[in-house]
């Protein structure tokens, strides 16, 4: 699976708009962009996957540049909830692949 | 529709003595997935299987560790001789045959080691 390299750390305001970035510049055709968040001492959770459109869904949009080399993920609205590690993972489609996870982001939203 | 149960949540076990992480999958989904998340560490892929099949264990100590997924209940974790270092989150994920996003995790098991 390709590398993906992320801040380690991140604040956030409350109500704003939260936008991680990701950098995976040796992403091959075949690989999605995937995105999982961990709230403290729970599983991960996903939250959002793209090839090379920009998705959308209740939790997120994920913003994939052209070149397919980096991604944002953007949290329209932060709430406190939102807290957490934020894993950006770069994998190919089918089942049968682990997932690789890397430092994350630490995501903060404060008040 | 259940997710994927992992029990129990909380484990202590004495020096030595043996534990048993039990994950059962999401209904329909016939991929299971072991992580072991040490304190203050991310995730790391311990093995893959499939019903009465493991497919990869490459991230599994080659010691004391054992991982199954028979053709009836749940996929158990094993770990024999339990050391401090043990000490850890075991997560347990499970996937669909035709797989892709939905890799879902259980709320995992943390193992304490005294």
């Known amino acids: 699976d390709a590398k993906t390299t992320q801040p380690p750390s991140m604040d956030c305001a409350e109500g704003r708009a939260a936008n991680l970035p990701c950098n995976h510049s040796?992403?091959?055709?075949?690989?999605?962009v995937y995105w999982y968040r961990q709230i403290h001492s729970q599983g991960p959770q996903y939250i959002i996957h793209?090839?090379?459109n920009n998705e959308t869904n209740e939790m997120a949009s994920l913003i994939i540049t052209e070149d397919r080399k980096s991604s944002t993920l953007i949290l329209p609205h932060a709430t406190l909830r939102d807290t957490a590690v934020y894993y950006c993972?770069?994998?190919?489609?089918?089942?049968?692949?682990?997932?690789?996870f890397g430092g994350g982001t630490r995501l903060m939203v404060k008040p | 529709n259940a997710g994927v149960m992992q029990n129990p949540r909380h484990l202590v076990r004495r020096r030595g003595q043996e534990a048993r992480l039990r994950c059962s999958p999401m209904?329909?989904?016939?991929?299971v997935y072991w992580y072991r998340q040490l304190p203050e560490e991310g995730l790391k892929f311990m093995v893959y299987?499939?019903?009465?099949?493991?497919?990869?264990e490459s991230g599994m100590p080659k010691e004391r560790f054992s991982a199954e997924f028979p053709k009836e209940g749940p996929s158990i974790l094993r770990i024999q001789q339990v050391v401090r270092g043990d000490s850890a989150a075991y997560f347990c994920?499970?996937?669909?045959?035709?797989?892709?996003?939905?890799?879902?995790f259980g709320s995992g098991t943390r193992l304490t080691v005294v």
């Open positions: 209904k329909g989904h016939s991929h």
């Open positions: 994920a499970s996937s669909p045959s035709q797989g892709g996003y939905g890799y879902t």
């Open positions: 993972i770069v994998r190919p489609y089918h089942a049968g692949n682990m997932l690789t």
């Open positions: 793209g090839l090379k």
């Open positions: 299987l499939q019903k009465e099949n493991i497919i990869d």
């Open positions: 040796t992403i091959s055709g075949n690989e999605y």
